[in-house]
């Protein structure tokens, strides 16, 4: 019997495959997508207070986002709904996805209008992990620097500052990030 499939758009943290593993397990990257007509935003509120990565819909815009295409299982899903909190700050939608000249329907989750903080800061170890995902997917230069450019603060609790820059130095050192 072959198992649910579920593909999976990320845009945010979850970009790079080793943050989506330490989350889920082992899962398949199936390459990188484009988003015309979509821009990457910080402006989702976090549990935390800090802002969290978003898509927008931009239509008829120059704008143009990126995302990573993974392949999940069920439990994975069901999983990452947890990680991801949806109903508190983010819901899950569905986008039809142009994958190897090939439409592809995705999931994603994208924070509705009431969850949006446009005045909240990322903390500079999660912008930095957007960015390593997007280097390692090989995300056109100028849009790394836009995010490299997105203001950030410091994490006033260091133990997770350190955690998540432990996970960050171990990509690094993979060559990953």
């Known amino acids: 019997m072959k198992k649910a499939v579920i593909h999976y758009l990320a845009y945010g943290s979850n970009l790079h495959p080793a943050r989506l593993e330490a989350r889920l397990g082992p899962v398949k990257s199936l390459g990188k997508v484009a988003l015309p ?9 976090g549990s935390d207070g ?3 990565a978003n898509l927008r819909a931009a239509p008829g815009s120059q704008h143009q986002a990126w995302g990573a295409l993974f392949e999940l299982d069920r439990t994975q899903y069901i999983a990452l709904d947890q990680f991801e909190g949806v109903g508190r700050g983010y819901e899950t939608f569905w986008l039809d996805l142009t994958l190897n000249d090939r439409e592809q329907p995705a999931l994603t989750y994208l924070s ?4 949006r903080a446009t005045e909240a800061k990322p903390y500079a170890w999660y912008r930095d992990l957007v960015l390593a995902g997007a280097r390692y997917h090989g995300f056109p230069e100028a849009y790394c620097a836009a995010i490299a450019a997105v203001p950030a603060e410091a994490d006033p609790d260091r133990k997770r500052a350190r955690r998540q820059q432990a996970l960050l130095g171990s990509m690094a050192a993979r060559g990953e990030g």
């Open 50 to 52: 800090s802002a969290k």
């Open 112 to 115: 509705p209008s009431h969850w």
């Open 37 to 45: 007509g979509w821009r990457l935003c910080f402006d989702k509120r």
